[in-house]
């Protein structure tokens, strides 16, 4: 096993998953984290990890971000776990400590790889498609939804010359969950971003599971117009599709209901009783990355003469409920609809 030493840039939910498995595997990991509850309660008793079959106690080395300044060690793989929106300014922060021949790798949504690429060089840099579905309320617990078993990652290079690199990212990443390695990486990216497009942001704003939102009439196909909005100006941008999350290329290939299919996927996968992400931002009262995904899809739409309604609506709801003005409910489904009407 590597001998590499390793950081977790961001141990919300799912950087708390995977830091566990690397770390009960005996790997020299770091959890480098911005909640000063969260870091103590894993220094004093370790991480909690609720599954469906188990669950995992796991002694942990967690370190506060103010306390990174006095690092003298640089590490050789930075896996980088924080929203989409703070990609950027963590980069930049994790720079100093990452190796010359070091590897930043975004574990990330959004299209964030170009980003990274920019502050660290493309010779430091792997991109990274994730399904991992977890939840965190209360520090140092967390509930995973989707066992290691049922976990997976996509990887990739950006530039070919750093194909040679990909193996050792996967020997870490496989300790949490399956690994592909994927030719077109921002291309996967986008198909992650389509489907974060037709659950995330749809479930946080009405405060249901996939087991509720399903039985309201309508709302299935709701989900699937924002996928195909997605889908259509993906190929605009010059993305192409691409099999992710354990598809099978032959499962999309000629296929007419790509996002049908990324859809029932994903639920099979996670369950019917998973909590988003987005859901559980707004009810912590928190900014959520549906600017970077149902409003970057809108944006990109609208700038190519393109509509895309679903989605738009869908971030404006979204950002009434962050100001407060509104709170995530059932009855915001009615706004989606009179969106689709005006």
């Known amino acids: 096993m590597t001998n590499k030493k390793i950081a977790v840039l961001g141990t919300g939910a799912n950087g708390s998953c995977v830091a566990a498995d690397l770390t009960r595997a005996g790997l020299d990991v770091t959890l480098i984290d911005q909640w000063p509850a969260h870091v103590e309660k894993m220094k004093a008793d370790g991480l909690t990890i609720n599954m469906p079959q188990e669950t995992l106690q796991v002694k942990v080395r967690a370190e506060h971000m103010c306390d990174v300044c006095g690092?003298?060690?640089?590490?050789?793989?930075?896996?980088?776990?924080?929203?989409?929106?703070?990609?950027?300014?963590?980069?930049?922060?994790?720079?100093p400590y990452l190796a010359?021949?070091?590897?930043?790798?975004?574990?990330?949504?959004?299209?964030?790889?170009?980003?990274?690429?920019?502050?660290v060089g493309a010779h430091r840099t792997l991109g990274c498609v994730v399904e991992l579905s977890s939840e965190l309320f209360d520090p140092?617990?967390?509930?995973?939804?989707?066992?290691?078993?049922?976990?997976?990652?996509?990887?990739?290079?950006?530039?070919?010359s750093m194909k040679a690199r990909l193996p050792e990212v996967r020997e870490v990443l496989a300790l949490?969950?399956?690994?592909?390695?994927?030719?077109?990486?921002?291309?996967?990216?986008?198909?992650?971003?389509?489907?974060?497009?037709?659950?995330?942001?749809?479930?946080?704003?009405?405060n249901m599971t996939a087991g509720e939102i399903f039985k309201v009439p309508g709302m299935r196909e709701i989900m699937l117009r924002a996928g195909e909005e997605s889908l259509i100006v993906g190929h605009e941008l010059g993305y192409k599709n691409v099999a992710i999350i354990g598809l099978k290329p032959e499962d999309i290939e000629g296929t007419n209901r790509l996002c049908e299919l990324m859809l029932d996927k994903i639920t099979a996968d996670v369950g019917?009783?998973?909590?988003?992400?987005?859901?559980?931002?707004?009810?912590?009262?928190?900014?959520?990355?549906?600017?970077?995904?149902?409003?970057?899809?809108?944006?990109?739409?609208?700038?190519?003469?393109?509509?895309?309604?679903?989605?738009?609506?869908?971030?404006?709801?979204t950002r009434r409920i962050h100001?407060?003005?509104?709170?995530?409910?059932?009855?915001?489904?009615?706004?989606i609809e009179e969106a689709l009407r005006n």
């Open 71 to 95: 690092f003298n060690e640089r590490y050789d793989i930075v896996l980088l776990m924080v929203k989409a929106f703070d990609t950027r300014w963590m980069t930049e922060f994790i720079k």
């Open 100 to 119: 010359e021949d070091g590897l930043l790798v975004g574990v990330q949504n959004g299209m964030t790889a170009h980003d990274i690429a920019e502050i």
């Open 140 to 160: 140092a617990i967390v509930k995973r939804n989707t066992a290691p078993d049922h976990t997976w990652f996509g990887i990739g290079a950006l530039d070919p």
């Open 176 to 206: 949490a969950g399956k690994v592909d390695f994927v030719d077109d990486i921002l291309s996967a990216k986008w198909m992650k971003l389509i489907i974060n497009a037709m659950t995330m942001g749809i479930k946080g704003i009405v």
């Open 272 to 317: 019917l009783g998973a909590k988003v992400t987005v859901l559980q931002d707004h009810l912590k009262g928190r900014y959520s990355e549906v600017d970077q995904i149902n409003g970057y899809v809108a944006d990109e739409s609208e700038k190519r003469g393109l509509k895309a309604p679903i989605n738009r609506a869908v971030t404006e709801i």
């Open 323 to 335: 100001a407060g003005e509104l709170k995530p409910d059932p009855a915001n489904v009615t706004l």
